[in-house]
Structure formats: C-alpha cells, structure tokens
C-alpha cells in the first residue's frame, strides 16, 4: 500500500482551516532532500506556518511539500520530502498528529490471543 503520511496531512490541513485555525508543520531541516533555511530551525527542526494567508504556492503532495514562504522577509522556495514531515497541528490549540519520524516503522504488533489447545 502507499503510504499513508501524504493523506493525513492533507486531510488535517484541511480540517484545521475549516476551523478557522492556524495549521503549522513541524520539519525535520536535516533530512535528505530538505530545502529550507536551516538558520530558522531549533534542534534541527524547523516550523513553517502554511496558512492561506502566509504561504504562496502551497503543495502537498504524495511526495513532497512545497511552497514559497518568507523568513525574515526573505522570499524562499521550501521543498519537503513527505518523510520529513514530522508533525501537522493547529497553532491555537495544539490539535493535529505527530508523525513517527520513519516512513518505515513497522506496526505496533497486535495483542497475543489466547490459544486453545486438546487436553486429554
């Protein structure tokens, strides 16, 4: 199956703006195939505001995010591979999803079921 990262976020971004909120991603700015201004990020992590009103050019796609954003009131093309998502939330109340930090993660395993066996 494809992953599911890429319809998550779209599906929240879109939620957090019906609501009126804020929708902000948390990025990881030491991925592989990052483009975004490092000197903004904390800890490797950068947070990008990609409300309507402060983004240009927002895509969010199967594969990456892009949009234009200004930081420090310099215009900048940001491009984000899907995995380098880390979190999508709502600035005002913090609601949205985390995301683990591997595309890859295997399932939690599921719970052990009683077995029955022959007793004679």
Do not use: C
């Amino acid at each position: 199956m494809t992953p599911s990262r890429p319809y998550l976020l779209r599906a929240l971004h879109e939620w957090i703006v019906d609501n009126g909120l804020t929708p902000h991603l948390l990025i990881n700015v030491m991925g592989e195939g990052v483009n975004a201004p490092q000197e903004f990020a904390e800890g490797g992590r950068l947070v990008l505001n990609i409300s309507p009103s402060a983004v240009g050019s927002l895509t969010l796609g199967n594969e990456f995010v892009e949009l234009s954003a200004r930081f420090g009131g310099v215009p900048h093309q940001v491009t984000v591979p899907i995995a380098e998502v880390l979190a999508i939330y709502a600035r005002e109340n913090g609601r949205g999803m985390v995301f683990s930090e591997e595309e890859g993660d295997p399932p939690p395993p599921a719970p052990s079921r009683p077995g029955l066996r022959v007793v004679k």
